[in-house]
């Protein structure tokens, strides 16, 4: 079966420091990988995404993501926290069925930044 | 920038009644998508569709869901007798072919449905 895990329900980090989110997946083929961001009250944003070429892709807001085709991790960084980036992070690969592209989500991991 | 919009933002429904829930996808887009996500709970891919007809959709979406896109706006997801468990954040998206990034799906704010 096709799974998504977000091991840590929440990551707390204080404002200022590193942050990591961490996904691996399972998931048959060679799936996009994708960052998804929830605010409280809305929807999905895309942050960023994993194709191909450099393992390492920057996105939105300062965030990147390093793909890691070994441990079929996706973990999602970002060098300095601010406040503001307190929301539920969703991880989700995307694969190809019947012609058209299908996320499959993780549960989500609630980023808390703490001033 | 533009961006998905659905209607309404909140639905409070009797069980047993239809609900039609409404969106607008980006005007270039060619492929829709519903999703939906329940209270707690991950997102949970419903259905997609493309060229008027329904290209996939999980074991979720049974007989009492229907798609439609009935102009050349709009998207339409419709329930046809509502159930409590059918209470859920619903979730549009679209995605683009044309630009060769068909892949990166772009979410409306969603509609908030709440069957009593």
């Known amino acids: 079966a096709q799974s998504v895990a977000q091991p840590e329900d929440q990551v707390n980090v204080a404002e200022g420091n590193p942050l990591t989110v961490k996904c691996t997946y399972s998931?048959?083929?060679?799936?996009?990988l994708f960052w998804y961001v929830q605010y409280p009250n809305r929807g999905l944003q895309f942050l960023l995404k994993?194709?191909?070429?450099?393992?390492l892709v920057k996105g939105s807001y300062g965030f990147e993501a390093e793909f890691n085709k070994s441990q079929t991790s996706f973990h999602l960084k970002k060098p300095s926290a601010l406040v503001s980036d307190s929301a539920l992070y969703f991880c989700?690969?995307?694969?190809?069925?019947?012609?058209?592209?299908?996320?499959?989500f993780g549960t989500g991991t609630r980023l808390k930044v703490l001033a | 920038e533009p961006e998905v919009t659905q209607t309404p933002s909140h639905q409070v429904t009797q069980m047993g009644q239809e609900v039609i829930l409404r969106c607008v996808p980006i005007?270039?887009?060619?492929?829709f998508y519903w999703y939906r996500q329940i209270l707690g709970q991950k997102v949970e891919f419903l259905v997609s569709?493309?060229?008027?007809?329904?290209?996939?959709k999980s074991e979720i979406f049974d007989d009492q869901f229907s798609v439609e896109r009935p102009d050349g706006s709009n998207f339409t997801l419709k329930i046809r007798s509502t159930k409590l468990e059918d209470s859920a954040m619903y979730f549009c998206?679209?995605?683009?072919?044309?630009?060769?990034?068909?892949?990166?799906?772009?979410f409306g704010p969603g509609t908030r449905l709440l069957v009593l």
């Open positions: 005007s270039n887009h060619l492929y």
């Open positions: 998206a679209s995605s683009d072919r044309t630009s060769g990034y068909q892949e990166t799906q772009y």
């Open positions: 994993y194709i191909t070429g450099d393992n």
């Open positions: 989700a690969p995307n694969r190809k069925a019947s012609g058209t592209y299908k996320y499959i």
């Open positions: 998931v048959s083929g060679n799936p996009y």
């Open positions: 569709f493309y060229n008027n007809e329904i290209s996939e």
